[in-house]
């Protein structure tokens, strides 16, 4: 059974530039949430997607936006790009999250230079 | 507001050398207490989920155990291999995990 797969793996990006990350969950699984890992801040909560609908969301300017597509593929988008951005993007993916386990891709990297 | 502490922060062991690490939580409406291990680069690998006051999981030499306000990661006779960082996590919310700082573990042979 496929894991949780994160796309791409790796970016580097200008300040102001926006960016667009990937998240494909295990199969069968509806919920995804988005998470932001910094040195300084560690892993914070981002928002959650079920069935194409945000249910819940961090405390994040709303530079930061995702969407959930009908076949649970989600992505998340951050427009105007500042370097403190820059972290590793983490999804994680649950059967129908509310206390259910979630499970992690790699993550991508984003630089912003 | 919602708050998870972890400690220690750092941990060095000897091979065998058993130990316990400590998640302090205050989260309203708590579905569930999560414990991560992650690698450097990598993404964070379920462990376990606990539910309630009193339950116990076991998975190789890693047992979690919960009360009301903590929960305790018990290490008993490490390997190397073990050496990472392990997060703790309860749910509070629709799959709104909140992480603690985490408890970064080196075991040496």
């Known amino acids: 059974k496929a894991g949780v797969t994160q796309t791409p793996r790796y970016l580097i990006k200008t300040r102001g530039q926006q960016v667009t990350l990937s998240c494909s969950p295990i199969?069968?699984?509806?919920?995804v949430s988005w998470y932001q890992q910094t040195p300084g801040q560690g892993l914070q909560f981002l928002f959650e997607?079920?069935?194409?609908?945000?249910?819940n969301k961090g405390n994040f300017p709303g530079r930061f936006s995702g969407r959930q597509f009908s076949n649970s593929r989600s992505e998340m988008n951050v427009s105007t790009l500042e370097l403190g951005d820059s972290a590793l993007y983490l999804c994680?993916?649950?059967?129908?999250?509310?206390?259910?386990?979630?499970?992690f891709g790699q993550g991508t990297r984003l630089t912003v230079v | 507001e919602d708050q998870v502490t972890q400690s220690p922060e750092a941990l060095r062991l000897q091979e065998g050398e058993s130990s316990s690490l400590n998640c302090s939580y205050t989260v309203s409406g708590l579905r569930g207490l999560f414990w991560y291990r992650q690698d450097p680069g990598k993404g964070p690998e379920f462990l376990f989920t606990?539910?309630?006051a009193g339950e116990e999981k076991e998975k190789e030499r890693l047992k979690a155990t919960l009360t009301k306000k903590e929960s305790f990661l018990h290490i008993t006779a490490p390997k190397p291999e073990d050496s990472a960082t392990y997060l703790c996590?309860?749910?509070?919310?629709?799959?709104?995990?909140?992480f603690g700082a985490g408890t970064r573990l080196a075991v040496h042979p």
């Open positions: 997607y079920f069935s194409e609908t945000q249910r």
């Open positions: 994680a993916s649950s059967l129908a999250g509310n206390g259910m386990e979630a499970f």
């Open positions: 606990l539910y309630s």
């Open positions: 199969s069968g699984h509806r919920s």
């Open positions: 996590a309860p749910q509070g919310g629709y799959n709104k995990l909140i």
